[in-house]
Nanobody, 125 residues
Framework: QAQLVESGGGLVQAGGSLRLSCAAT????????MGWFRQAPGKAREFVAA????????KYADSVKGRFTISRANGKNTLYLQMNNLKPDDTAVYYC??????????????????WGPGTQVTVSS
């Protein structure tokens, strides 16, 4: 059973950057696509980015395209999300998740079976 733990969240001013990490406690990490989602207060959880098993294909939500970069280090069982030019609208709890397959075309939460507890990102104006 996979366990995922996010880290790297915090408080940052608009225009700043943060790098989120997601550590997976499983040797099967390299076999699956991974994704990042976020949930702002009072809103539904939404897709942010996804990456395939080897890191050769990525998919982004339009709202973060050009500002966020998803990557992975399979040798370290770790997923990353580099967030640049942050905006107050990016404020949310960010979750990493493991997809049910090895692809990157996974933009629905129903395509993921394991989730981390989340890390808070707050962007001040």
């Amino acid at each position: 059973q996979a366990q995922l733990v996010e880290s790297g969240g915090g408080l940052v001013q608009a225009g700043g950057s943060l790098r989120l990490s997601c550590a997976a406690t499983t040797n099967t990490f390299p076999n699956y696509g991974m994704g990042w989602f976020r949930q702002a207060p009072g809103k539904a959880r939404e897709f942010v980015a996804a990456i395939n098993w080897i890191g050769s294909y990525r998919k982004y939500a339009d709202s973060v395209k050009g500002r966020f970069t998803i990557s992975r280090a399979n040798g370290k069982n770790t997923l990353y999300l580099q967030m640049n030019n942050l905006k107050p609208d990016d404020t949310a709890v960010y979750y990493c998740a493991r997809a049910q397959n090895g692809g990157s075309d996974n933009d629905s939460e129903y395509q993921y079976d394991y989730w981390g507890p989340g890390t808070q990102v707050t962007v001040s104006s």
